[in-house]
């Protein structure tokens, strides 16, 4: 079976449910290491990033009730007290 950028999406969401949070750092070497390095890319600083494909589906699976901290690289289930916008 061909594993898609939703599968893995699906796998992110799994992760955050278990855990309620999802760091970036732990999520691309683990999804490099389950499904390969067709879904992780270099960006430009050099680091190891979860491919756009990827985020694309995942944002359409957590759209509502999860939010992004950037300065942090995380993911967690959106609060009462947290501003309106995805990212925090």
Not at 37 to 61: A, P, T
Request: hydrophobic letters at 35%; aromatic letters at 14%.
């Amino acid at each position: 079976m061909m594993v898609t950028a939703k599968d893995v999406a699906n796998w992110m969401l799994s992760e955050l449910e278990k855990d309620q949070i999802l760091y970036q750092e732990n999520a691309v070497g683990c999804i490099q290491d389950k499904f390969g390095d067709s879904f992780v890319y270099d960006n430009q600083n050099g680091n190891m990033s979860i491919s756009k494909e990827v985020l694309s589906e995942f944002r359409k699976l957590t759209k509502d009730n999860v939010v992004w901290f950037r300065g942090e690289r995380y993911w967690r289930f959106r609060e009462e007290y947290d501003e309106p916008d995805r990212r925090q």
